[in-house]
């Protein structure tokens, strides 16, 4: 295989292994839209690492954790509803990351890569940076496993059990954040939330727990991977999308077997 390939399998399957839980948790809660509007939020980072003259990859960080953040407060906002603040926050941090890119970024950053990923483009640094990523979330999510069941099963029931919901909660949006930041320049800002959810989705028809349908989340993102890789080398399509596509076909297999859990 070539260097670059082996690369961007690496790299792919990093992003996987920790998306896999994260997503399942984001399809139990259902928050596919707020890793959406995550998502976006990336490219108003990528705005203001041109705008600020700072590192691309750490101001999208910094953007991606600080809307997590901003979305935690705005959920005790009775007077809207919270997909529709999601809504507003979607789009106008994306329309926002758009528009400064266009005025800040022209001829200086690769829009297509950052909006659809640049996966066979990833290198060294990129693979170093994921590893890191999955060393902080992988212990922490299996630290707060059981107290994130609880708040997604009931969250009532478990501030009544001396849960912390809030902290918890905060922790679980701050991971989402974290994952989507790193993984953006690899599968992109229009694609990250396709491989959370689906995976995710897929796996719940063929898993009996939990903890298995977390595992087996993170096997289909990596089987989806490796098979638009495949795809990419041998019919010259771009890998973020051929992913997607690929994730998808498994879980239209999926749908095909009733679900035990």
């Known amino acids: 295989m070539p260097e670059f390939l082996i690369n961007a399998l690496i790299a792919g399957c990093g992003v996987a292994l920790v998306a896999g839980p994260l997503g399942s948790f984001a399809v139990w809660?259902?928050?596919?839209?707020?890793?959406?509007?995550l998502a976006h939020s990336a490219l108003t980072g990528v705005a203001l690492g041109l705008l600020l003259s700072i590192n691309i990859n750490l101001a999208v960080t910094l953007c991606c954790l600080l809307l997590?953040?901003?979305?935690?407060?705005?959920?005790?906002?009775?007077?809207l509803t919270t997909d529709t603040l999601l809504g507003i926050l979607s789009h106008t941090s994306?329309?926002?990351?758009?528009?400064?890119?266009?005025?800040?970024?022209?001829?200086r950053i690769?829009?297509?890569?950052?909006?659809?990923?640049?996966?066979l483009a990833a290198n060294t640094d990129d693979i170093l940076l994921i590893a890191a990523t999955c060393a902080l979330v992988l212990p922490l999510l299996a630290w707060l496993w059981k107290p994130l069941l609880s708040i997604t099963v009931h969250e009532e029931l478990a501030r009544v059990e001396g849960?912390?919901?809030?902290?918890?909660?905060?922790?679980?949006?701050?991971?989402?954040?974290?994952?989507?930041?790193?993984?953006?320049?690899?599968?992109?800002v229009l694609l990250i939330t396709a491989l959370l959810i689906i995976p995710a989705a897929a796996s719940r028809r063929l898993s009996k727990t939990p903890e298995q349908m977390a595992v087996m989340a993170?096997?289909?993102?990596?089987?989806?991977?490796?098979?638009?890789?495949?795809?990419?080398?041998?019919?010259?399509?771009?890998a973020?999308?051929?992913?997607?596509?690929?994730?998808?076909?498994?879980?239209?297999?999926?749908?095909?077997?009733?679900?035990?859990f």
Do not use: H, W
């Open 163 to 188: 849960i912390k919901v809030a902290p918890v909660k905060a922790a679980l949006m701050l991971m989402m954040a974290l994952v989507i930041a790193v993984a953006m320049k690899v599968v992109g």
């Open 218 to 238: 993170s096997v289909l993102g990596m089987v989806s991977i490796a098979g638009g890789l495949a795809l990419s080398f041998y019919y010259d399509s771009p």
């Open 29 to 37: 809660r259902r928050m596919a839209y707020f890793g959406d509007t």
């Open 110 to 119: 690769d829009l297509y890569g950052y909006l659809f990923g640049d996966l």
């Open 68 to 79: 997590a953040l901003v979305l935690l407060g705005l959920q005790n906002n009775q007077s």
């Open 94 to 107: 994306l329309a926002f990351g758009l528009v400064m890119v266009g005025i800040f970024g022209e001829g």
């Open 240 to 260: 973020g999308p051929s992913s997607v596509l690929v994730a998808a076909t498994l879980f239209c297999f999926a749908q095909m077997r009733k679900s035990d």
